[in-house]
């Protein structure tokens, strides 16, 4: 029986849930079974789409992502359908012009999303602009659209503080993206790295100074996850973001079921069933097993402690390992490690999360091993001059203009929203996938990912096979795999 | 830095956090590379011996569990060993006689143990009396032993209450503990079934009640481990029960590192330093590929959340599982799943442990498959007869009668001390290993293991080879076995 104020829970499964826990690749046909029961269960809303599935279905499991949002909104009626968007970035790696972005908002909430959770890797809330203001048309339009702006949090010390990252920082956040028509806010916790006393303090101000919902989404990563949420619940958030237990934990969302236990009794109480989980919970495991060559077992811990001591997001450590393996020179990670904070301060302090993690990152190993900014990325070049918008710092002057020294767009960095310097490509996109995209949806595949997206519309119209290793695995394979591991 | 009233921990990683998550399978040397740096952290204690380990290493692992304990107290010498003492059935799984106890306990603390947690599975305090009276003599002796009572966390419905498993009860059995000499209290929750708000009320309760320290004792089991800490740091608890994050989680004890994490800047912050704990964590992790075949992977979750529907530990419903598998009667599992709470409250409410849980599953099969008290095993008998000792709650005064009609020992139960009715067994391990002991210890293992422990004192001294199985495995084998799979 549900308390006097709820607590409201978004279900990850079908999309944060396995693309923390298993690289994205649950499939669709998998999806299916649980999706009617997800949507009888009470959320406040499901995501299922969006971050890595746009890429991950299109690139390896050769599904059409729209494909998959329709027919999940078959199944899911009533409960709103969540997604995550990348601000100016969609569901991709990069800046698209605004015809791009317009075009793509649209066709989504065409095609039956309703919560669009919007952030930006810089937190440059001028990249919110273009789609909020497509969300906004497809409201007048009469499209049940939900505009949800997120803010990631970052740290650049062990606990919320410092000269950057304040919590000040976020609720001026807050306030700018009610402000600008959201119908709620997110604190968007990607590494899993807010303490549990932090979050108390953080979603009391939140709760204090905006009048929309407050959701918090967080990993569990650091360990601190679950914790996190019951602050986070004594301070009144609204929502947060949980997995069915067999996608959750890990470097995944917290499990629902044990909260709800926690919560009975207060007036936080949920009506959400733990019986109805648990048994949802049963019917991933017997699909699970398809995706477990996914899961990562190269450590026996499955939380990421690391994250605790020097805030650095655990994929983020392993690329920098990997890079220094690529050069020959793992025994440089400490000093590559020392140098992460200092390269980070020099670029203004993005938060680390895609982009911005892997751009800082290579930057601090080629300082290390070319000497500091010897060498510059086209991407460290593209930031300083502002292309992924204004990082949350000033950047370091220096460096600044080391690294826009004889920069091809020009010297002086532009201090402009970062789309308008970007020129259509819509227009462009449907010429180059005339007689093959049937519809708008095909020519978005292309426009954002234009090389593996026209080796897949090949392979939606038959113009080109596909490939074996795109196609599902049969759990008999699982089966075997299993026999032939215990004869060895 | 520490606050002003610093939370304390023990660490378990070389008992329950192996006991737990790898069937007790780590050996005495992949302890000894952490075993300086672990007396070093500034715990309160170090769990090491005790509980599961003393069976395991002599039947598994061809160790003696003696030379475990001096090795360790070698390379442990600040910080106190803890062990985990099943009261009159010390580390095995019946009762023994007084006499045994005397000097179990007492060689025990010879060889260097400090910190004796004592529990008995229905909470009959009365057995813990034999064991207390050692620990005095040992007190008078000059030896450092410190004498631990531990009260099992139950439960009959979901959360904190009902007819039996009252706050009260836990205070009062408190109280009782103290006032038999105890130096500090443990409630021991081996079924990680205490919710958040449960443990704050319960723990704020104990500490009002009693004035020796109080110890919580958790499982992450259920998912709500970190959370119950939480709740009980909050609520004054003076020391917990954590493992490095490696053995951690799953249905071993919640991890370090986050709660360090947690507590900075607040008045129960550690001094325990977190870059200490993830080194040995990394550490741990170089050995621990040698134990990964005992890591139950069957399912993707990494939380039990049946426990928290219906209150039945993990491995007590994998047992009726495989009982019911064997009698060829898996499809009558939901009406034993029924069954279940009503023989155990028949059978006086026991708490769901070592064995009382396999006693009460046992007969809950039986009375589904044979009809209620049919077929009644010996363990029941026993219990109605008293030889456990006093059930939480009286058992239903016709079922004991129906279980004691015809008992080989009388068909009134008795009300004393269960160990009274036992007949001194100390002489005959003497005798029994005569010419192959050669000291207390070894008598010791064969009187409380006397199959096995015979057989282990055969290969301890060479009278029989020790075979194949016993022997470690070499991480050489672990990379062989991974490049095998890698190529199928
Ligand atoms: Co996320
Ligand atoms: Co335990």
Redesign the interface.
Known sequence: MAGKNPIRFTDTTLRDGHQS?LATRMRTEDMLGLAERLDNAGFWAIEVWGGATFDVTHRFLGEDPWERLRTLKKFIKKTPLMMLLRGQNLVGYRHYPDDVVDAFVKYTADCGMNVFRVFDALNDIRNFEASFKALQDCKKQGLDVHIQAAVCYSLTQ??MGGEVFTKEYYVDFAKRSEAMGADSFCLKDMAGMV???DAFELISALKAAVKIPVEFHTHYT???G??SY??AIEAGVDIIDTAL??????TSQ??I??I???V???ERESAID??T??GL?QD??KV??KY?DF?DTS?????D??V??HQIPGGMYSNLVSQLKQADALDRILEVMEDLPRTRKELGYPPLVTPTSQIVGIQAVQNVLFGRYKMITGEVKGMAYGLYGRTPAPMDKEVQKICLKGYERGEEPISCRAADEIEPELEKAREATKGLAKNIGDVLIYAIYPTTGLRYLKWKYGVEPVPEEVKPIELDRIKM?DD??NR?
């Open positions: 826990s062990r606990r303490s549990p006393y650091s360990g601190q679950s914790m019951l602050k237990s067999p996608f959750a934990l890990r917290p499990a079921e044990p709800l236990v926690t009975e009794g207060t733990l019986a989980m648990i919970g991933l495991e699970a097993p477990r899961l450590k026996m811990s499955i939380i402690t690391g605790l001591l795999q032939v591991y060895i």
